[in-house]
């Protein structure tokens, strides 16, 4: 695991999506595994920024997100796929049928974790998955429990998750409380893995996830058993993380 010191979430945005764009620079037709929520935000503009300047062509590559609200279709403002249209397919050349999110509105969740792992498979598997880190260490909705889930699967949000996601939402009763996901072994099977930390709130978990034990009570310690994960933090983020630890 390599870990990068980041000065604010500016600087964390650029360093991760300098990361990106390598691989798509390397590799046009790189399969991206992509996130949403507030961290990878910044990421997404930068990219944007550097795609406007003829910096990165993302014509050839393809995108698989790691989740979906269950219940919310793609035209609901709040959904995830609403979130990557208006964050970043919408801003770039990417080709709006290379683009992949779990349905939000399929109620069977055996035929759609099963259909989700398949196109996965069909696509060679994941180049680069993109992932932010809970403040409960979860990842993807991948939340801390007495096993870590295998692959793509329904899962019943946690009340701290509930908590940190309604701010997106008029009231907390709309925020929905399931969610399809990829599982850890989805996420760990990805050729290369970056995660973006950043503020003073996950100095605690950050700690925790990359340096204590491997343990499904915090979903992202499993990380440490990857062979090609960068994590790239603001100083907040990274305040209880010895200096020697870091790149």
């Not at 509105?105 to 974790?113: H, I, P, R, S, T």
């Not at 680069?128 to 801390?144: A, D, K």
Request: proline share 4%.
């Amino acid at each position: 695991m390599r870990i990068q010191r980041a000065r604010d979430f500016k600087d964390m945005s650029r360093k991760a999506a300098n990361i990106l764009s390598a691989q798509v620079i390397l590799d046009r037709r790189s399969v991206l595994g992509l996130a949403t929520g507030s961290s990878p935000t910044g990421v997404y503009r930068q990219l944007i920024d550097w795609h406007g300047k003829g910096d990165i062509d993302f014509s050839e590559c393809v995108t698989v997100n790691l989740d979906e609200y269950y219940g919310l279709g793609p035209d609901s403002d709040q959904s995830y796929s609403w979130f990557m249209r208006k964050n970043f397919f919408e801003s770039v050349n990417i080709k709006p049928e290379n683009t992949h999110l779990p349905n939000g509105l399929e109620k069977d969740a055996k035929k759609e974790c099963q259909r989700y792992e398949d196109m996965i498979r069909c696509l060679g598997g994941i180049d680069i998955q993109l992932l932010g880190l809970g403040l409960n260490g979860h990842i993807g909705f991948n939340e801390p429990g007495a096993a870590f889930e295998a692959d793509t699967h329904l899962v019943t949000l946690t009340q701290s998750t509930i908590d940190a996601n309604k701010r997106f939402f008029e009231k907390e009763e709309d925020v929905p409380r399931k969610a399809y996901t990829m599982g850890i072994r989805t996420i760990m099977h990805a050729k290369r893995i970056l995660v973006i930390v950043s503020g003073e709130s996950k100095a605690e978990i950050a700690k925790r996830a990359f340096f204590g034990p491997i343990t499904p009570e915090i979903p992202a310690s499993v990380l440490q058993l990857h062979n090609n994960v960068t994590v790239v933090g603001d100083e907040a983020a990274l305040s209880l993380i010895l200096e020697e630890a870091l790149a």
